[in-house]
Structures are given as C-alpha cells and as structure tokens.
C-alpha cells in the first residue's frame, strides 16, 4: 500500500476563539497519519474563510506562513457551511483522499485514523457517526430524530447521525463536484455518489469555543431544504390532502342541502366558520409548499455560482504566498 496525499477541510466562520485550540489538534493527528505511513507527507489542512468578519483570516494566513501542512481559502463573502465545504473540496481535487471536518472540534479528530484505515480496506466514502447526542439539548435531539425520520419516509437515503465529519476518495470527491445542483444538502448527496462505503463511529463533543454559526432558524431552513431538494413527496401529499378535503366538502353539501331542505339554515353557521378558516389554512400551506419548490427551480435556474474564491493559498508555493 502507498500511502496516498490526504487533504483535510475545514470550513471556518468566525471561528477566532477555536482556531488556535483546533489548529494544534488537526496538525497533531495529521503527523500521526503521516508517521503512521498512512498518508503522504505533503498532506494538507486546508481552512476555508467563509466570509468571516473577525480575524480567522489573518489566524489561517499566519498559521499557513508558518506550517508547510497548513493552507488556506478565503471565500469573498459568506456561502454558508455546505458552499464553503464544496469551495474546500474543489480546490484540493489532487488529494488522494479527502476529509471534512468542523471547526470547533465538535467532531473528534482522532476519529480520523480510523477512516483513513477503512479508505485504504478499498472504501471510497466513510462516514463519521456519532454514537452520542448528549452534546445537544433536548431539542436539538428531538427534532434531529423527527427529521430523519421525515427523511426516511419520503424515501431520502441519509446515514442517521452523520453530519459533514466524513472521508471520501478522490474519484468520489469529483463525482460529488459533478453534481451541478446549488441547493446543496451534502448528507443526501454523499449517498449518492456510491461506491463502497464504511461507518466509523465517534463521540461527538461540545463545542470547543465560540458559539454555533447555526442558530434555530438556520436549522430549520437547513432541514426544509433538506427535504424539498431530495423529495417530491410533500407536493404529492399536497395532492392527497386536495382529494380528501373535495370529498369531504362534496359529503357536507349533500348534508347542507337537506338541511336546506328541511328549512334549517340559519344552523349552519358554525360549520361554515370552520370549514373557511381550516380551508384557508391548508390552502395557504400549501401554496408556501409549492412556493418552496418554485424557489428551488428558480435558484437552480439562475446558475449563480455555488462559491467564489478570493484567495488560494493551496495551490501556491510557498513563495507566492506571502505577496497575498
Ligand atoms: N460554518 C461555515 N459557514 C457558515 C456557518 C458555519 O463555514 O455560514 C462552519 C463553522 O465555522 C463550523 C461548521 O461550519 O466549522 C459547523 O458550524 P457550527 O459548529 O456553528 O454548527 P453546529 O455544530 O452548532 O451545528
Ligand atoms: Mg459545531
């Protein structure tokens, strides 16, 4: 076995306090690898600056000058974690194999070794699993659970508590940069790249420093995104519920005209109520349902580009990078 050049990405936003706790941490691991034989030692970490306001550029650039291992890419604003996970993996697509990881060592690097041992048992995507959620709060695990379940139903392939922490091949890493869609869900795409592929498990730890970049609202976007990039079912379901609710509707005015009938009219007030309210309510649901999806084609259709690079201190020697 030859051991392959490994490169290790890490998207970063506004990450100044965990920074300079994670850098030691990655570059620990990455020696291990490379004293291991496992991987080659011009193997890389490379940070990726999804726009940050603070001064985590400056803290890449530096730490980049001063570590041969250490490269840096400077996205020209913020694309959020998954644009900034796929700028990383573009610009290191000559790396034998790659791994993402987060930031704030939420994710256990040391985990690592053992992805890069099932790479080399001919895997080309290994996923990192948690096999804990007591980081989390309550909620956070209640609603992570109801959302691979959702998933699951509509028939979506996800690994269950995998998130971004994972190993994929070189060839796997261009198939994933093929894939030319810019609502990006990277845990429903990894799957279907194919290829062989492994689990490794690890604990997932609290956030080393700083605060999360994904607030409830995010979160929430994340997961609606999640389903209506992978899935037609809601629109589907929408269908059902239209059938259903005319059926209903049909029975109650066969039943409002014998009441007329009868002579009892004024009665029906209260149902009349209900039945516009309820109906507006679900009409209403499902316009923003298929609102989400014209969103999506809309955004697909105007090709913007997934991510931009400022700068690249990968791709450069050691030379160039000190005029950037
Ligand atoms: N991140 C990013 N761009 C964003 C938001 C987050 O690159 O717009 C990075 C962040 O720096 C971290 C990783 O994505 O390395 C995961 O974010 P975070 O830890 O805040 O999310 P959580 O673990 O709380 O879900
Ligand atoms: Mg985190």
């Known amino acids: 076995?030859?051991?392959?050049?490994?490169?290790?990405?890490?998207?970063?936003?506004?990450?100044?306090?965990?920074?300079?706790?994670?850098?030691?941490?990655?570059?620990?691991?990455?020696?291990?690898?490379?004293?291991?034989?496992?991987?080659?030692?011009?193997?890389?970490?490379?940070?990726?600056?999804?726009?940050?306001?603070?001064?985590?550029?400056s803290l890449i650039e530096q730490a980049s000058h001063l570590n041969q291992a250490?490269?840096?890419?400077?996205?020209?604003?913020?694309?959020?974690?998954?644009?900034?996970?796929?700028?990383?993996l573009s610009v290191v697509a000559d790396a034998d194999l790659t791994i993402t990881i987060d930031s704030d060592l939420q994710d256990d690097p040391t985990a690592m070794i053992a992805m890069v041992e099932k790479y080399?048992?001919?895997?080309?995507?290994?996923?990192?699993?948690?096999?804990?959620?007591?980081?989390?709060?309550?909620?956070?695990?209640?609603?992570?659970?109801?959302?691979?379940?959702?998933?699951?139903f509509l028939?979506?392939?996800l690994v269950p508590d995998s998130a971004?922490?994972?190993?994929?091949?070189?060839?796997?890493?261009?198939?994933?940069?093929?894939?030319?869609e810019k609502n990006l869900f990277l845990r429903g795409l990894v799957p279907l790249v194919g290829f062989k592929s492994d689990k490794v498990y690890y604990r997932r730890h609290e956030r080393a420093a700083g605060t999360s970049k994904y607030p409830l609202y995010k979160m929430l976007h994340f997961a609606i995104d999640g389903i209506t990039s992978f899935s037609v079912a809601p629109i589907k379901l929408i269908m059902s519920l239209g059938l259903l609710i005319v059926g209903i509707s049909l029975v109650l005015l066969i039943y409002t005209i014998i009441q007329k009938m009868r002579g009892d009219v004024v009665s029906g007030w209260s149902s009349l109520m209900v039945s516009i309210w309820a109906l507006g309510g679900i009409?209403?649901?499902?316009?923003?349902?298929?609102?989400?999806?014209?969103?999506?084609?809309?955004?697909?259709?105007?090709?913007r580009p997934r991510f931009t690079i400022e700068k690249n201190l990968y791709n450069k020697t050691k030379n160039e990078q000190g005029e950037n």
């Open 120 to 152: 080399y048992e001919g895997n080309e995507v290994v996923y990192g699993v948690r096999n804990n959620r007591d980081s989390d709060s309550r909620f956070k695990r209640t609603t992570a659970e109801m959302f691979y379940k959702v998933m699951g």
């Open 164 to 180: 971004d922490f994972r190993l994929l091949s070189q060839r796997a890493t261009r198939v994933l940069l093929s894939y030319p």
């Open 70 to 88: 250490v490269a840096g890419v400077k996205l020209s604003r913020n694309f959020g974690h998954q644009g900034a996970l796929l700028a990383g």
């Open 155 to 157: 028939g979506v392939n």
């Open 1 to 57: 076995m030859t051991p392959g050049k490994l490169a290790i990405v890490v998207p970063c936003y506004n990450e100044q306090e965990v920074l300079p706790q994670s850098l030691p941490v990655l570059q620990k691991v990455l020696q291990q690898l490379i004293d291991k034989q496992l991987v080659k030692d011009d193997s890389k970490i490379v940070f990726v600056d999804d726009g940050s306001t603070d001064t985590t550029w």
């Open 283 to 303: 009409q209403l649901i499902c316009i923003s349902v298929i609102g989400e999806y014209v969103g999506k084609i809309f955004n697909e259709v105007k090709g």
